[in-house]
C-alpha cells in the first residue's frame, strides 16, 4: 500500500509542475478543438497533432498525449450529441439518447452529464491502473512468444467481430493490414521484403501516414460526396448549460455501473472501449424501470456508455504498459510517440522508467479532470464550432494532415504513403469495409511474426505449443468462440437469404 | 419470360473480391522469391506465402457470394473530390523540398477548394493565405519543427 502511495505521488510531482500542466492543458483543449469538427474522431485528432509533440522531452509530450487523446475522445461524444455524428463506434451509443436530448433543448445537460460521467470513471480507471498495473506486469513476464500470438489473434479477431458490416471483409481488412506490415526489412533475416528497391520501405509503412490518410483524407473526400449541406448549420440552441439536479441523482447509478464494465471490458485488446459502451447501454435498457425511455433522451442512455467507454479508453492503456501491445488505433499512434521518444513500451517499462509510468498514469487522471474543469464552460464555443462552414474547414485538414505528415521524417515519401491509404479508403469504404481492422492488422503484424517465429522455433515447428500452454489456449479458446459468435448469425442470413431466392 | 441466368447481385462484394485476389497474386508471385524456410525456422517468406493464400480465400468467398442473395446498391466514386483532394496532397509532396512551407500550403490550398465545386478568386486567397501563414507561424516557429520556411530554389 506505501508502495502505491509512493508511486502515485511520484506520478503526480512528474506531472504537476507548471510546464507539464500547461502541456496538458493545451493538449486537452487541442484535442478538443479538432476532435470537436465533423468528420474527425479521436484517431484522426490524435495522428493530426502528434507532430506537435516530438520536439518536448518524454514526459512532456506524454502528458499532452494524454490530454489530446482524451480531449480528441470528448470531442467525439461532442458531435454524437450535438449533430448525431458520433466520432468514433465508442460514442455510436451516446448519439442514440444525447442526440435525442439535445433535440429537446437539453445538449448541454447531455454534454456535462458525459463529461461528469467520464470524470468518474477516468478516475476510477486511474486508480485501477494504479492498482493492477504492476501486478500484471509482473504477470506478463509469465508471457511467453506463444501467449504473446495468442493475445495478439485475439486482439485482431475482437476488432473484426465489432467492425460492422460483413465478418467477411472484415476479416479481409484485417490481413491485407497485417499484409501491409510486412513490407520492410524482415526482422528474422534482415531480408528486405515488398520494399521494390525503394529506401524509404526499409522501415515500413509509416503507421500514422497510413492512419492520416484512411482517416484524413478519405473522410474529407467521402463527406465531400455530395450532401455536405447537412454538416453546416445544425447548432442546436443550448438552453440550459448545466444538469438538474434530478439529472445527477438519475446519473450516478448508471455512470458507476458503466465504469465497472469499462474496467473489466476495456483491457480486452480489439476494441474494448467499443465494447464497453455497447455492453453498458444494454444493461442500462434491461434493468431499466421504463425502458421505452431509452432512445427518447434517456440520461441514463449518455451516462452509461460515456462511463464506459472512458474507463475502457483508460484501460485500454493496461495492454500497452504490460505487455506492449496497442490495443487499438489511438494506442497504437501513442505507443508510436513514445518509440520516437526512444521509449519501447512493455513490461520493462513499470521498473525501467517509473517516473514515466507513473507520470503517464497520473496525467492521465490530470487530462481527465481538465477536461471537466475546462470543457464545461467551453461548451458555448464548442458548439460554435459546428457552425464553421465545410468548405472552409476541409481545405485546412487537408493542409494539416500534409504538413503533420510530412513533418514525422520530412520526407514527401510519408505523403505519397498518405495519398495512396486515402485512395484506397476510399475505395474500401465505398465497398463497405472499416479502415481500423486494417491498421490494427498494420499495427500488429510485424510483432505477431516475430512472436509466431519465435514460438516455432520453441516447438521445433509444433503448432500445438498454442494450445498446450495454458494461458495460450485459454486466449485461443476465446479467440475462437468470439469468431463463432459473430460467424453463426451470418452464416444464417446467408442462408436466410439463399433460401428466400428459390 | 423468367429465365435464370447468373446475375452479379453485390457489385460492391464482386470489385472487393477481383481487389482483393488481385493483392493476393501479387503478394504470392513476390513472396515466392523470398526464402520459405520451415515451420521450424521461417524464412522472410513463410508468412507472405500464408497471408497471401488467406487473402485469395477471402477474395474467392467475396466473388462466389456476390452471385447470391439479395441484390445490394452501388454507391458510385466520386471522381471530382477524390482527384482535388489527393491532387492537393501530390502538390504538398511534389514542391514542398523546392519550394518550402510558406508557399507550398498556399498552392495546396487552390486544387483544395475545386474538390466541391469552387469558389470566388477572393476568397480562395484569402483562404490560401490565412493557411498558409498560420502553418508557417505554427510548425517550425512555434512549434520550432525543422521544415524549411523557404525551398531551396530561394537559397541560392
Known sequence: MMDILANVSLGLSTAITPGNMLFCLIGCLLGTLIG???GLGPAATIAMLLPLTFGLDATGSLIMLAGIYYGAQYGGSTTAILINLPGEPSSVVTALDGYKMARQGRAGAALSIAALSSFFAGTVATIVIALFAPVLGHAALKFGAAEYFSLMVLGLVVAVALARGSFVKALGMVILGVTLGLVGSDRGSAELRFTFGLLELQDG?????????????????HNLQGNTGRRSSLAPSLRELWPSAADLKTSAAPAIRGTVMGSFLGMLPGGGAMLSSFAAYLVEKKISKNPEKFGNGAIEGVAAPEAANNAGAQMSFIPL?????????NIALIAGALIIQGIQPGPGIIHAQPTLFWGLIASMWIGNLMLVVLNLPLIGLWTRLLTIPYKLLYPSIVVFCCVGVYSLNNSPFDVYVMIALGLFGYIFRLLDCEPAPLILGLVLGP???????RAMQLSRGDPMIFIERPISAALIAVTIVTA?????????RTRDAALQDE | MLQKSITVRKPKDLILGIILLTISIFVIVVASGYDLGTTRQMGPGYLPIILGSCLGVIAAILIGGSFIGEVAHYAPFVIRPTIFILGAALTFALLIRPLGLLITVFLLVIPAVFADGGRRLKSILTLALVLAIGTTLLFPIALGQQIPIFGHVFSH
Request: glycine letters at 6%; proline letters at 7%; hydrophobic letters at 60%.
Open chain 1, 205 to 221: 509503412l509509416n503507421i500514422v501516414a497510413v492512419a492520416m490518410g484512411m482517416f484524413g483524407l478519405t473522410e474529407v473526400i
Open chain 1, 36 to 38: 470537436v469538427l465533423p
Open chain 1, 321 to 329: 504498459l504490460t505487455l506492449g501491445i496497442p490495443s487499438n488505433v
Open chain 1, 484 to 492: 463463432v459468435l459473430v460467424v453463426i448469425p451470418a452464416i444464417r
Open chain 1, 447 to 453: 510483432m505477431m511474426e516475430e512472436y509466431l517465429r
